[in-house]
């Protein structure tokens, strides 16, 4: 049983870039929520996806934007990078929304962006 | 607001001696809260959790957790630490969203555990 696949696990870009991140969740599970983690700080929540719709979002930018796919993959894109956006990115999955496990989250190995 | 406080960012224990690490909250409704740990390079792993009944629950490598409500507290405990237990720990509240009736987790900022031979 596969659990939460992040790609790519490491990428640098420069300052105006965009980039695109991607996670496939745990197999069963139908909700993805992203997480950004700079270093030494706790994951900051960026926004959630079920039903290829985001159903709530953290306080980020327009800048951070993303999708889901009928697979129940998703994909985190940022546009006009900022050296702020230096961080490890987290991809987390569960099943479904009113549920208590949606409190219980999967995650992915992150995708760890270096931005110069 | 709702909040999550970790008052130690780093602790350094000696193998085999007892652990616990200290969690409070800040949420008006009954919280359900968790406790995860991610290794050096690797993801987040969920430890235990705690969504009602037992105020005392038991995870994975031996944790666990002792929920208080008149504490506002959930903290994490250990009776013998190993060497592998080094690594960050996080403590979670899972809160209602804005929107109908998604969930969301507020984090704490984290604890990191440095376990000495």
């Known amino acids: 049983d596969a659990g939460v696949t992040q790609s790519p696990t490491h990428l640098i870009k420069t300052r105006g870039q965009q980039v695109t991140l991607r996670c496939s969740p745990k197999?069963?599970?139908?909700?993805v929520s992203w997480y950004q983690q700079a270093l030494g700080q706790g994951p900051q929540f960026i926004f959630q996806y079920y039903e290829e719709e985001e159903r709530q979002r953290g306080n980020f930018p327009d800048r951070f934007s993303g999708h889901q796919f009928p697979n129940y993959s998703s994909e985190l894109n940022v546009n006009a990078l900022l050296l702020g956006d230096s961080a490890l990115y987290l991809c987390a999955s569960s099943f479904g929304l009113d549920s208590y496990n949606a409190g219980e989250l999967f995650f992915g190995e992150g995708s760890r962006l270096t931005v110069l | 607001a709702q909040s999550v406080t970790q008052p130690d960012i780093h602790i350094t224990v000696s193998e085999g001696a007892s652990l616990e690490l200290r969690c409070n909250y800040s949420?008006?409704?009954?919280?359900?809260l968790f406790w995860y740990v991610q290794s050096p390079g690797q993801g987040l792993q969920l430890l235990l959790k705690?969504?009602?009944?037992d105020t005392l629950v038991q995870g994975i490598k031996g944790f666990e957790a002792e929920f208080k409500r008149s504490q506002s507290s959930f903290n994490l405990r250990k009776p013998s630490v190993h060497w592998s237990d080094a690594a960050e720990y996080f403590c979670?509240?899972?809160?209602?969203?804005?929107?109908?009736?998604?969930?969301?987790?507020?984090w704490g900022l984290g604890t990191s555990l440095a376990v000495n031979p």
């Open positions: 197999s069963g599970h139908d909700t």
């Open positions: 979670a509240v899972s809160v209602r969203g804005n929107a109908g009736n998604n969930r969301k987790l507020i």
């Open positions: 949420y008006g409704a009954t919280p359900y």
């Open positions: 705690y969504f009602s009944g």
